[in-house]
Structure formats: C-alpha cells, structure tokens
C-alpha cells in the first residue's frame, strides 16, 4: 500500500515507452548510406556493379592488375619466368563454412605454407567457385578452388586448380559430403584434410600478378594457377552448385591482362 502513490508515474513511463518501443518498430530506419551494399554474382549487386556498391571498391572498375584472367598459352612471356611456388602443407584439421559467397575451409592448427620468390606464406583458406575464374585458352572448367596463403607482410599469394568432372576426388571427400546448407553455418570436419596430395602432381603452374576476385578486389595478389586440372565427381560438383547454382555461379567473369605478363613457372 505504501507503494501505491509511486504507481501513477510509472504507468505513465510504462506506456511512454511502449510508444516509443512502438514507432521505432514501425519507423525501423534505413541501414545508413555508407553501409557497405552487399555485393553478389547477379543483377544489381553483380560483378559489373561491385565499384557501385561500395568506394572502396573502385579497383573493381579502375584496377589494371585485375583477377581472374583467361591464360593464352600462345601469348606466355617468352623469358623471365618466376620459380613454382614450392608446397609444405602438413595435415592438419579443417572446418567448413559457408560464407554466402562460397563455401571455405579454414585450418583449425597449423596446416603448413607456401614458399613463392623465396617468401613463406601461411595458408589461410581454401574455397571453391563455380563455374572456373581462371580461363585457359578461354575455356572454362567446372569449378576452381583458390588456396589462400598470406606472408608475414600481409601480402597474398593465391594457388588455384581449375576443376573438371572425373572420378570422385579423395581430398574433399568427406568436405564435400558435410557442406553447410546455409550462409553462416558452418561444420568442424572429423578427418585432418591433407593438401599435399593437391600438390604432388608435378604440375605446371601458370604465374602471373593479380587482385582478389572478390569485393574489394585488392590488387598485389600473386597468382598461381595449375595447368592440369584436378578432378572431382560429378555428384561432388552437383553437391556445390545446388548450394550455388548456375546460372548465376559465383564466379568473376576474366578481366583485361593489360600490361601484365604471364608465365608458366619454372
Ligand atoms: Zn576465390
């Protein structure tokens, strides 16, 4: 009873701010104009509108070191080839996310490194496109996987396969059987993955200087792409593209090379 003098202002607050709770339901604002636009593979947030969305995307449009590139084998430098990338991937354990742009693996210890122009780059993550970025002979492929791989300077060095249909592929087996259905999931994988076996083939890598093929398409990227393709299951490529179909696919379309060169690595 005592309390019953202070009950009066409090309704009144109360309902107060049930209004206020109310108009801002109704009112909800606009996300304000400098928040990034989220950018896609189709229509009004695609690849040719990404310099659009967002100003620090301008290189997407302006950039001259531009990726991915078709590769014209009869148009390679004739000398001066840099060195392959030489591989030091240990097994290591993996987790599995679906970023909304494409679905990525991130090493959960150390999964070893690169060494590229006498530089060690870490590896940071592997991820998938489909169709191909990369074109070769203007020929695209199936898929491409970009392994990423950064120096203690931050600087990024990106290795990629292009990927045609083939016989089921061992490496991504069990990845690829535990995709995360949607964007924000993501799966631990129960088996180490062990990458070496990407990397033992002997094959010749094409090397060129590059940006990342997604927003905000950072230019300094050292490319790396294998000549010869890895392979992967048609139902391994099904189990991707039902998560990004295509059309649209989640892929770059190539871009000008410029007054770039390109070699195939010695
Ligand atoms: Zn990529």
């Known amino acids: ?33 400098q928040e990034e636009k989220h950018w896609g593979y ?9 310099a659009d969305l967002n100003p620090a995307y301008t290189l997407a449009r302006n950039g001259q070191a531009q990726s991915p590139i078709d590769i014209v084998t009869a148009d390679l430098a004739p000398e001066g080839a840099p060195a392959k990338p030489e591989f030091y991937y240990t097994r290591a354990a993996f987790k599995i996310e679906n970023n909304g742009h494409t679905i990525e693996l991130i090493p959960t210890e150390d999964s070893g490194y690169i060494v590229l122009d006498g530089v060690p780059y870490t590896l ?77 083939t002997g094959a010749s890598l094409f090397r060129y200087d590059g940006s990342l093929t997604t927003p905000p398409c950072s230019e300094g990227v ?12 048609q139902e391994q490529i099904d189990a991707f593209t039902a998560l990004y179909p295509n059309p649209p696919g989640n892929n770059r379309p190539t871009q000008a090379l410029h007054e770039r060169l390109v070699y195939r690595a010695r």
């Not at 003098?5 to 604002?29: D, E, F, H, T, W």
């Not at 059987?177 to 990397?199: I, K, M, S, V, Y």
């Not at 050292?222 to 299951?233: A, H, N």
């Open 42 to 50: 189709a229509g009004d947030v695609g690849p040719e509108y990404w």
């Open 124 to 200: 940071k993550q592997f991820h998938f496109h489909a169709p191909s970025e990369h074109t070769i002979n203007g020929e695209p492929a199936a898929m491409e996987v970009h392994l990423v791989h950064q120096d203690p300077d931050n600087n990024l060095s990106v290795v990629g396969f292009l990927i045609a249909p083939g016989p089921e592929n061992e490496t991504f087996k069990e990845a690829f059987t535990r995709l995360p259905q949607t964007a924000g999931a993501e799966n631990e994988l129960e088996e180490p993955l062990d990458l070496t076996e990407l990397t033992t």
């Open 222 to 233: 050292k490319w790396s792409v294998s000549e010869q393709y890895l392979e992967m299951s």
């Open 1 to 33: 009873m005592a309390n019953r003098k202070g009950l009066l202002p409090l309704l009144i607050v109360g309902l107060m701010l049930i209004q206020i709770g109310c108009k801002s339901a109704q009112k909800q604002p606009e996300p304000p104009a």
